[in-house]
């Protein structure tokens, strides 16, 4: 259970876009009273309704300065692609001594935008927390989203430390596990761990779509348990992934470049027979596994658990 007895509501939250993670946000900063007021803001109109009706917020507005006006806390939850337009429109209303943060998978980049449009006197704690699913849009958020994920926070090295321990204090009180680290390291992490799995995701699941021998039904009623995990993957928002990869360019292309060659050698084990070295590279990688079900980041269970949502 999350230790909330330590954190002292912000007085005045916005969450400037509000999809799954947004909503997730609301939905545990109004259970346990972590902000004293929620304000919800999105440029869709049918999305603001949305939220509206689910009763994610108390105020709702589609106008970015109106939503971070007097808020100690402001939370990007839109596509990284968008950062620069959101902080012009935030310029000139921050409140002095708020906390600006966010939730995008890529740092330096989402800094490069946001930092030439932060006073002097507004701390800039870029974020991303390791959760999700591939559903989007407000009425995919749960409470416990983030129970036991982690949350990375990337600081700047003129950012005010006790700046830094509020917001991890607050994740922390959202039911997370907080590490820092530079922007930089972060993204290269981060490529390994899920961009490229993204791209690969999408490029397996197109590549049987485009086979001509097979056809979309068969593709569907025959799948086994690896490609249903591809497609879940690969379900996940395009505007949120477009952006990542545009905007992580450099380390995406680094681990891709590592993970062809990696590739290149099973390719030739394959063609030459040499099942030592399969067998060698599979026990290796299932270790990997292991690992991730005693960090408590996955689950034990019979196909991962997820035999209960397949049908």
């Known amino acids: 259970m999350a230790d909330t007895s330590n954190f002292q509501p912000f007085k005045r939250l916005a969450l ?17 009273g972590l902000a004293d007021e929620i304000v919800i803001c999105t440029r869709r109109a049918e999305t603001l309704d949305k939220a ?17 006006t007097d808020s100690d806390c402001v939370i990007l939850c839109v ?20 906390i600006v943060t966010d939730v995008g998978s890529v740092k330096r980049s989402v800094i490069d935008q946001l930092a030439p449009h932060i006073p002097d006197n507004v701390h800039l704690v870029p974020g991303h927390p390791i959760a999700g699913t591939e559903h989007s849009g407000p009425e995919a958020g749960f409470a416990t989203l983030f129970d036991n994920r982690w949350q990375l926070l990337t600081p700047l090295e003129s950012t ?24 930089e390291h972060h993204d290269r992490v981060l490529a390994v761990t899920s961009h490229i799995p993204h791209l690969i995701a999408y490029n397996i699941v197109g590549t049987a779509d485009d ?14 348990s690896g490609f249903r995990d ?3 993957i690969a379900a996940s928002d395009p505007v949120m992934w477009r952006d990542v990869f545009l905007h992580n360019k450099d380390a995406t292309l680094e681990m891709l470049g590592r993970f062809s060659e990696d590739l290149a050698a099973l390719q030739r084990a394959i063609r030459h027979g040499d099942g030592d070295l399969l067998f060698d590279h599979f026990t ?16 034990s269970e019979p ?5 209960k949502t397949d049908s």
């Open 16 to 32: 400037i876009g509000i999809g799954l993670i947004g909503s997730s946000i609301a939905l545990r900063a109004r259970r346990d």
């Open 52 to 68: 509206r009706e689910l009763n994610l917020g108390d105020v709702y507005t589609d106008r970015v300065s109106e939503a971070v």
């Open 79 to 98: 596509p990284v692609g968008a950062f620069s337009s959101v902080g012009e429109r935030m310029a000139g209303h921050l409140a002095p001594g708020a």
């Open 160 to 183: 005010d430390p006790e700046a830094t321990e509020r917001l991890a204090a607050f994740w922390r009180a959202l039911g997370s596990q907080v590490d820092i680290m530079t922007p």
């Open 211 to 224: 086979l001509a021998e097979i056809t979309q039904s068969e593709v569907i009623k025959y799948s086994a």
């Open 230 to 232: 591809f497609t879940r």
């Open 284 to 299: 290796r990688t299932r270790e990997i596994r292991r690992g991730i079900i005693e960090a408590g980041q996955e689950t």
């Open 303 to 307: 196909n991962f658990g997820r035999y």
